[in-house]
């Protein structure tokens, strides 16, 4: 319960866009798989994680 509170709306929504990922394409995804909107989400997740292991 706290652990969810304390992820911020910005990682929220990178963790749905790597979830729709998982099942389907976007819009923006490339046809060789790469989408700029993962790439995005997942460096969002990846320098949060490391903000949060610093504290
Ligand atoms: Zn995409």
């Known amino acids: 319960m706290a652990a969810m509170t304390e992820v911020p709306y910005f990682?929220?929504?990178a963790w749905v866009?790597?979830?729709?990922?998982?099942?389907k394409r976007c819009d923006r995804c490339y046809p060789d798989?790469?989408?700029p909107r993962v790439a995005v989400?997942?460096?969002r997740v990846?320098?949060?994680r490391k903000v949060?292991?610093?504290r």
């Open 46 to 48: 990846l320098a949060w």
């Open 11 to 13: 990682v929220q929504v």
């Open 33 to 35: 798989g790469w989408c």
């Open 17 to 23: 866009v790597l979830d729709d990922h998982t099942v």
């Open 52 to 54: 949060r292991h610093l």
């Open 41 to 43: 989400s997942r460096a």
